[in-house]
């Protein structure tokens, strides 16, 4: 297994992660299996998001003493109380329900503010006493970090700006990032993902995750798959369907990204899951899919690595990335991009100015003028 930093947290993450959602109904035989294979496989996130008290027993049951060895994102505001899936702001409730989260697991690594999605999402929990609910929760130690979730990127930025929470949970993959900001997304999910809509990669999604790299919020990722809509001949919106590689890569190359919470049924999903860890460059490569749309991204990276290799051992993605977050304030650069820049093994100054790697890239980045801004400004 692979961890990543979660932000500034001090907690290092798989990058493989465990959502249980498709766990709810099933038996505990079935419970246990699944979270066995991803404790054996290295797995050290869960999301248990959940309402439900059965699937939450069992979660807890099948995690036993190893509890103490795993993180848990855990959620403020999801309850059931209509039955189903729902969203409650109303303390009495949410009190209810997050109690027994923490009954069960004893704490919460990162407590979540749940499904922040509209602007009435956003005033339901900072403009009421739901926020000082989560915030006392953490002075109390009832969890170790504030977290909250959304789909939508700029009320997610809105919520980044109020300094408040420490990572985020987000809906990332190559579809809903081709929508426009306003799409709501999960709509799409119920019907189909229309790809007349794409207009390139929405500048709001790409700036949501440079702010949480600036700000040190790591990101763990739902729907990665697209509720598997993405790896579907017949439902993708793209000219092939993808690989479940291709989508945890593509996730996991956006700034800021620390684990990909894949909804496991069963051990075998879960081991046929981690096989993204022994996958080739080539099979994770994913510039294919985006190449055959309408490229309104000419010339701006999207980290697929589809350059490489580069003769001088750069890794050429990893450069832009953090090159375009020095770009968006070069006054003040994060003194994280600047150490993540640092340890890179081959660095931009390094480039030959070979061309190669220009040559490969479907989207016509400047790749070596790239490599030489990042020397001035990094080196
Ligand atoms: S420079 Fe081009 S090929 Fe290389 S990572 Fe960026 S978009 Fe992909
Ligand atoms: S131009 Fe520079 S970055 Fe590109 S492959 Fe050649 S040495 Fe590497």
């Given at each position: 297994?692979?961890?990543?930093?979660?932000?500034?947290?001090?907690?290092?993450?798989?990058?493989?992660?465990?959502?249980?959602?498709?766990?709810?109904?099933?038996?505990?035989?079935?419970?246990?299996d699944a979270i066995s294979a991803a404790l054996e496989q290295g797995v050290n996130m869960f999301d248990v998001f959940m309402p439900g008290q059965e699937i939450r027993e069992n979660i807890a049951k099948a995690m036993g003493s190893r509890r103490k060895d795993v993180m848990i994102q855990g959620h403020v505001g999801s309850t059931d109380v209509r039955e189903q899936y729902d969203i409650s702001r109303d303390l009495p409730?949410?009190?209810?329900?997050?109690?027994?989260?923490?009954?069960?697991?004893?704490?919460?690594?990162?407590?979540?503010?749940?499904?922040?999605?509209?602007?009435?999402?956003?005033?339901?929990?900072?403009?009421?006493?739901?926020?000082?609910?989560?915030?006392?929760?953490?002075?109390?130690?009832?969890?170790?970090?504030?977290?909250?979730?959304?789909?939508?990127?700029?009320?997610?930025a809105r919520v980044v700006e109020t300094g408040l929470p420490e990572m985020m949970m987000f809906s990332v993959n190559p579809a809903f990032d081709l929508y426009p900001a306003e799409t709501n997304v999960l709509d799409e999910?119920?019907?189909?993902?229309?790809?007349?809509?794409?207009?390139?990669?929405?500048?709001?999604?790409?700036?949501?995750?440079?702010?949480?790299?600036?700000?040190?919020?790591?990101?763990?990722?739902?729907?990665?798959?697209?509720?598997?809509?993405?790896?579907?001949?017949?439902?993708?919106?793209?000219?092939?369907?993808?690989?479940?590689?291709?989508c945890i890569h593509y996730a996991l190359t956006r700034p800021a990204v620390a684990s990909v919470m894949l909804g496991c049924r069963t051990g075998a999903e879960v081991r046929d899951a981690v096989r993204y860890l022994d996958a080739t460059d080539e099979e994770r490569d994913y510039s294919q899919v985006l190449s055959t749309l309408r490229n309104d991204f000419r010339g701006n990276c999207v980290y697929c690595s589809h350059c490489q290799p580069c003769p001088s051992g750069i890794d050429i993605a990893a450069v832009n990335k953090y090159l375009d977050i020095a770009r968006l304030d070069q006054e003040n650069i994060p003194p994280s991009i600047r150490s993540h820049y640092a340890s890179l093994t081959h660095k931009g100054g390094e480039c030959i100015e070979c061309g190669n790697c220009e040559a490969r890239c479907p989207f016509g980045v400047a790749i070596r003028q790239n490599m030489a801004e990042a020397a001035r400004i990094f080196e």
């Open positions: 297994m692979e961890y990543r930093e979660i932000g500034k947290t001090g907690c290092r993450g798989s990058v493989i992660g465990m959502g249980c959602e498709n766990l709810d109904g099933a038996p505990y035989e079935q419970v246990s409730t949410v009190k209810q329900y997050f109690e027994n989260l923490l009954r069960l697991f004893g704490y919460i690594d990162f407590g979540m503010m749940f499904f922040i999605d509209s602007q009435q999402d956003y005033k339901d929990v900072f403009e009421t006493g739901f926020a000082d609910y989560v915030l006392r929760l953490k002075e109390n130690g009832d969890i170790r970090h504030i977290g909250f979730s959304s789909h939508n990127p700029v009320t997610a999910l119920h019907s189909t993902l229309d790809p007349t809509a794409f207009r390139g990669i929405d500048p709001r999604r790409t700036a949501l995750y440079q702010l949480c790299q600036q700000r040190g919020l790591g990101i763990t990722v739902m729907k990665t798959l697209g509720a598997g809509k993405l790896i579907s001949p017949e439902h993708t919106p793209f000219a092939q369907p993808m690989t479940v590689t291709q």
